[in-house]
Nanobody
Framework: QVQLVESGGGLVQPGGSLRLSCAAS????????MGWYRQAPGKEREQVAT???????RYSDSVKGRFTISGDNAKNTVDLQMNNLKPEDTAVYYC?????????WGQGTQVTVSS
């Protein structure tokens, strides 16, 4: 099993930046990929960004050019650098991983973008 813990959420003004971090721990042979999803109130959870162990990244159209995902295979961590934040980015952000034991989810961290 993989246990995921997110950190770095908070309140920022539009145009500001935040950096989210996710640390993986537990019993697993390898992590194939990690990523970030988000869920705003009353809306379905959506994929934001993913990264494979080989470094291949993928972004949703709504965050492309503003967010950057990065990972450290040795430390089993993944970060999400969020720049030029918009009010519509407000959501609970969840870290996820795909490992040998299946898919795991973190508890989530709140990101609020408001003046």
């Amino acid at each position: 099993q993989v246990q995921l813990v997110e950190s770095g959420g908070g309140l920022v003004q539009p145009g500001g930046s935040l950096r989210l971090s996710c640390a993986a721990s537990g019993s697993f042979t390898r992590i194939l990929a990690m990523g970030w999803y988000r869920q705003a109130p009353g809306k379905e959870r959506e994929q934001v960004a993913t990264i494979t162990s080989g470094g291949t990244t993928r972004y949703s159209d709504s965050v492309k050019g503003r967010f950057t995902i990065s990972g450290d295979n040795a430390k089993n961590t993944v970060d999400l650098q969020m720049n030029n934040l918009k009010p519509e980015d407000t959501a609970v952000y969840y870290c996820t991983s795909a490992a040998d034991g299946g898919q795991s989810w973190g508890q989530g961290t709140q990101v609020t973008v408001s003046s």
